[in-house]
């Protein structure tokens, strides 16, 4: 039987269903949020929040769906991860469902807009792009959303060199931008791209937990324990008086119309 080669796979055939099953905890607390900006343009022309419908495909524990949420929007956040989804906060605006960005097991146009916040890189490009297309009502919106870490900011760029070698370049980590699929796609048109900033607070506890709710990091043995000795040198030479560091992310936000 032929072994996956991480550094050659696609990442929608590296378990993405079960595999942050034991990063909840982090993953809830550490990771970060998206910028207001990017929340105002994926909404912005659709008109009154509170009579949309969002698919939040790959939701996680609900970061984005509650984005969408504050704003009065309806979301339908679907999460094929029993634990993730059991770790997500209530909200009356938010339904939780399990499926997959291939088979979300909405109905045909049913839905105004789809979103994928730093998820869509886990997808099978194709069928994903056709659920989509299904699922979305004539010229609704598709918003592919990633936080790239900001490759100009020292403390962020020595924190990639760090996970980077961590990770022996988990394809994950080193990845381009997945958005091709989407840019070739025949199903999607006016596609456009909008960056914005972002920082996250974080303390040495968040600093590691930032890390550790990645999938593919040690969480025992000699690799862990060089990873957290690592982290907090780096703490060390960031922290300002106050004890926190701020990693930046660059929020790229691709909008696109269904045909």
Known sequence: MSQINPETSALHILNPLNRFSDRVEDYVKYRPSYPADAIDIILEGLGES????????????????????????????????AAMRK???????????????????????????????????????????LEFQRILKPSARLAVVWNNRDQEDALTTEYSRIVREASNNHPAESRIQTVEPLLV??????????????????????????AMSASY?????????????????????????????YMVYRTSVHLAEVI
Not at 95 to 124: I, K, M, P
Not at 198 to 210: A, C, E, S, V
Not at 217 to 245: A, H, N, T
């Open 50 to 81: 509170s009579q949309l419908v969002a698919a939040d495909i790959g939701a996680g524990t609900g970061i984005a769906s509650r984005l969408l949420a504050q704003r009065g929007v309806n979301v339908i956040a679907i999460e094929p991860n």
């Open 185 to 210: 796609t025949p199903h999607f048109i006016n596609i456009h791209e909008s960056n914005f900033t972002y920082r996250q607070q974080l303390d040495l506890t968040g600093l590691i937990g930032r």
């Open 87 to 129: 770790a997500a906060k209530s909200n009356p605006l938010i339904e939780f469902r399990d499926g997959t960005a291939e088979l979300t097991q909405l109905s045909d146009n049913s839905v105004d807009l789809v979103t994928c916040f730093q998820a869509f890189h886990w997808f099978n490009p194709e069928p994903t792009l």
């Open 217 to 245: 990091f040690p969480r025992e043995g000699l690799g862990y324990e060089q990873l957290i000795d690592s982290f907090q040198e780096l703490y060390q030479r960031f922290c300002d008086e106050s004890g926190f560091v």
